[in-house]
């Protein structure tokens, strides 16, 4: 009776947890990912043993707390296994791939398609050795060449502009404009000629739709007096222009 009913149980729909009572009523050893306890457990019910060779759970039960140390270790490395197979990096926020690849000594910089492409290679077994190749390199850029850099807000635009070495300053359509001829092979020479290109960039800028404190910061760039009325700021800028 005993062995029929250790026949019926479907390992394969049991948790974890329930293949490792399943392990240790039967004696055996509980340690390992899923696969390993299914397969364990499978050998053991299908083997020709006797019952009467098989190790009952009374004879198990003055070893199960000297092993239990152990075992919690070997649990926490097993889920850790099961959770690293079973992550979806795809439904994960920008926040949480840079700390998946923080724990896993990646790099943490760049788009979110880089990010997921990274760590997706480094649970493959390839993470580390790929990530200092030439080839990711090439191909983390042919990603970022993809990236809508319009509808990106300033922000964002000024930490793509710092994670390429460019210069993060300028109105939206300016850090745009640098980033795009970035990505198209002409980063340097753009950067060398940024304050020609800033000023052409000013002269289309609508100071009226701009705040005081943004009028400020144009009037600073631009080494004028910052004090005065909105109304005063803008005719002050339009003059400069």
Same mark, same amino acid.
Do not use: H, Y
């Given at each position: &009776?005993v &062995?029929?009913?250790?026949?019926?149980?479907?390992?394969?729909?049991?948790?974890?947890?329930?293949?490792r009572?399943?392990?240790?009523?039967?004696?055996?050893?509980?340690?390992?990912?899923?696969?390993?306890?299914?397969?364990?457990?499978?050998d053991?019910?299908?083997?020709?043993?006797?019952?009467?060779?098989?190790?009952?759970i009374?004879?198990?039960?003055?070893?199960?707390?000297?092993? &239990?140390?152990?075992?919690?270790?070997?649990?926490?490395?097993?889920?850790?296994?099961?959770?690293?197979e079973?992550?979806?990096?795809?439904?994960?926020?920008?926040?949480?791939?840079r700390?998946?690849?923080?724990?896993?000594?990646?790099?943490? =910089?760049?788009? =979110?398609?880089?990010?997921?492409?990274?760590?997706?290679?480094?649970?493959?077994?390839?993470?580390?050795?790929?990530?200092?190749?030439?080839e990711e390199?090439?191909?983390?850029?042919?990603?970022?060449?993809?990236?809508?850099?319009?509808?990106?807000?300033?922000?964002?635009?000024?930490?793509?502009?710092?994670?390429?070495?460019?210069?993060?300053?300028?109105?939206?359509?300016?850090?745009? =404009?640098?980033?795009?001829?970035?990505?198209?092979?002409?980063?340097?020479?753009?950067?060398?000629?940024?304050?020609?290109?800033?000023?052409?960039?000013?002269?289309?800028?609508?100071?009226?739709?701009? =705040?005081?404190?943004?009028?400020?910061?144009?009037?600073?760039?631009r080494d004028?007096?910052?004090k005065?009325?909105?109304?005063?700021?803008?005719k002050?800028?339009?003059?400069?222009?």
């Amino acid at each position: &009776e005993v &062995e029929e009913e250790e026949e019926v149980p479907d390992f394969k729909t049991l948790k974890v947890a329930e293949l490792r009572e399943e392990c240790e009523k039967r004696g055996i050893d509980s340690t390992g990912i899923k696969k390993t306890l299914i397969k364990r457990l499978t050998d053991f019910v299908e083997s020709p043993e006797p019952a009467s060779a098989k190790r009952t759970i009374e004879d198990v039960d003055g070893e199960v707390a000297e092993k &239990e140390v152990v075992k919690k270790a070997d649990v926490e490395e097993a889920e850790d296994e099961e959770s690293v197979e079973e992550v979806d990096f795809k439904s994960m926020k920008v926040a949480e791939l840079r700390k998946e690849c923080s724990s896993r000594n990646l790099d943490g =910089k760049g788009t =979110k398609a880089v990010l997921i492409k990274r760590l997706e290679e480094a649970v493959q077994g390839g993470g580390e050795e790929e990530e200092s190749s030439e080839e990711e390199e090439e191909e983390e850029m042919e990603v970022d060449e993809v990236v809508d850099f319009k509808s990106l807000k300033v922000a964002e635009l000024r930490k793509e502009c710092e994670s390429r070495n460019l210069d993060s300053k300028g109105t939206k359509a300016l850090l745009i =404009k640098r980033l795009e001829e970035a990505d198209q092979g002409g980063g340097e020479e753009m950067q060398e000629s940024s304050e020609e290109e800033s000023e052409g960039e000013e002269e289309t800028i609508d100071f009226k739709s701009m =705040k005081v404190a943004e009028l400020r910061a144009e009037c600073s760039k631009r080494d004028l007096d910052t004090k005065g009325v909105k109304a005063v700021l803008i005719k002050r800028l339009e003059a400069a222009c």
